[in-house]
């Protein structure tokens, strides 16, 4: 999770393989959640929206009572990353 924080935004293809390992190891420890959410961002910054909606659904089922669900949802679903106002994950809107 450490290495996870460390790279934020800055490396999409890392954050998803290491947060996906993350999830196969410790699928039920606390952090899942979080993990699951950083699989989301990730596949998003990497353009694969539709992927990124699947995982979201799972977290859905998965962990529905998480605020880290209630905050891809609120990204994914009411203001998803293809809106115009929306420009992805780590970056700020523009809203014109």
């Known amino acids: ?6 790279l934020g935004s800055s490396d999409p ?3 998803l393989q290491l947060a996906r390992e993350g999830n196969r190891r410790f699928k039920h420890s606390a952090d ?7 699989i989301v961002k990730s596949l998003s910054s990497l353009g694969r ?4 909606r699947l995982e979201a ?10 605020d880290w669900t209630s905050d891809v949802h609120k990204h994914m679903f009411v203001n998803p990353p ?4 929306e420009r ?3 970056k700020t809107y523009e809203l014109e």
């Open 82 to 85: 293809n809106h115009g106002a």
């Open 88 to 90: 992805g994950h780590g």
């Open 1 to 6: 999770m450490d290495k996870l924080h460390a």
């Open 32 to 38: 899942a959640p979080e993990r699951a959410s950083l």
């Open 49 to 52: 929206h539709d992927e990124a």
């Open 57 to 66: 659904l799972k977290m859905e089922q998965l962990y529905p009572s998480s």
């Open 13 to 15: 293809v890392q954050s």
